[in-house]
């Protein structure tokens, strides 16, 4: 079935820098990847809509300069967290569709601690 | 926009007991509407999703219902297993490229 794929699992940074989070689709072509973010016990927060070819749609709230999303190919979408702080500790889950009625699936997510 | 209820919070079970999660919806333009199922440390995994076209789905131990009328839809979980254990997130869409609208998810126990 679709797998998507999402690295790094894990990453801990200290304050001030950036981290960039791969999503990749393995086995289709995902013209529209979806970024969310979870934070403990709670649902799936969508923070941006990734399209091939242009730019992501954010979701009110979530700073595009912040969160820079880049969607290049059909197969890859990136999330970086810039200048990062503390408060952007969080679970990023990346989820990408293929064409038509296909289903949407997620990535394992990425825990990103700030310290 | 889309509103997405969904019920229980939390639920346990005993092994081989049935456990039913409801959620209900506000847009009647809604068409598809999958169930996830998310581990600890681990992305939500589709178990089952089901189109407005279509009543009732079922694959093994999981079924799925839709009330378009009622505008609500149900997980049905037979012959419970611990490894069914996870929190249980419904979801609702209206069309290809829009998001997905979650629920807030259910916290599903399995007692052995």
């Known amino acids: 079935g679709a797998v998507v794929s999402q690295h790094p699992s894990r990453v801990i940074c200290k304050s001030g820098t950036s981290v960039k989070i791969e999503c990749r689709s393995l086995d289709f072509q995902a013209t529209t990847m979806f970024w969310y973010r979870q934070f403990p016990k709670q649902s799936l927060m969508l923070m941006a809509t990734?399209?091939?070819?242009?730019?992501?749609?954010?979701e009110q709230g979530v700073e595009k300069d912040k969160f820079l999303i880049n969607h290049a190919s059909l197969t890859l979408s990136t999330l970086t967290v810039t200048s990062a702080h503390p408060e952007d500790s969080s679970f990023y889950i990346c989820?990408?569709?293929?064409?038509?009625?296909?289903?949407?699936?997620f990535g394992n997510g990425t825990r990103l601690t700030v310290t | 926009g889309e509103n997405v209820e969904q019920h229980p919070s939390t639920l346990s079970v005993q092994e081989g007991d049935s456990a039913v999660i409801k959620c209900t919806y506000s847009d009647s333009a809604s068409n598809y509407f999958p169930w996830y199922k998310q581990e600890l440390g681990k992305g939500p995994q589709l178990i089952i999703d089901?189109?407005?076209?279509?009543g009732e789905k079922k694959d093994q131990r999981i079924a799925v219902t839709l009330n378009k009328t009622a505008k609500h839809f149900s997980l049905h979980i037979t012959e419970t297993q611990p490894e069914d254990s996870a929190v249980y997130f419904c979801a609702v869409m209206n069309s290809g490229n829009t998001p997905l609208v979650f629920g807030k998810g259910t916290r599903l126990s399995v007692i052995a």
């Open positions: 089901i189109r407005s076209n279509v």
């Open positions: 990734s399209n091939e070819g242009s730019k992501a749609t954010y």
């Open positions: 989820s990408a569709r293929g064409t038509g009625r296909s289903p949407l699936h």
